[in-house]
Nanobody, 122 residues
Framework: QVQLVESGGGLVQTGGSLRLACTAS????????MGWYRQAPGKQRELVVT???????NYGDSVKGRSSVSRDNAKNTVYLKMNSVKPEDTGVYYC????????????????WGKGTLVTVSS
């Protein structure tokens, strides 16, 4: 099994920055894709950003230009920094991992963390 634990959520003022981190644990050999999704109250979960182990990124339209993602593959950790946050960035941010080699076997499914709440005050 893969466990994903997010950290760094909380209250952020409009115009400020948020930083999140997520670490995967388990008998992991590699994780191809790690990233972040978010879900605002009453809305569907949406892509924030994903990043492959080779460094390819895919940003959601609503965060392009003010977000950056990074990974430490040796630590199975992914980071998110978002600048110029807005009230509409409020939501639960979920870490994801996909295409994992675990205990010598390949798993193409999505793994999810429990999420961390980010609230942007206006």
């Amino acid at each position: 099994q893969v466990q994903l634990v997010e950290s760094g959520g909380g209250l952020v003022q409009t115009g400020g920055s948020l930083r999140l981190a997520c670490t995967a644990s388990g008998d992991i050999f590699s994780i191809t894709t790690m990233g972040w999704y978010r879900q605002a109250p009453g809305k569907q979960r949406e892509l924030v950003v994903t990043m492959t182990s080779c460094g390819s990124t895919n940003y959601g339209d609503s965060v392009k230009g003010r977000s950056s993602v990074s990974r430490d593959n040796a630590k199975n950790t992914v980071y998110l920094k978002m600048n110029s946050v807005k009230p509409e960035d409020t939501g639960v941010y979920y870490c994801s991992a996909k295409d994992v080699i675990l205990n010598g076997d390949y798993y193409g499914i999505d793994y999810w963390g429990k999420g961390t709440l980010v609230t942007v005050s206006s």
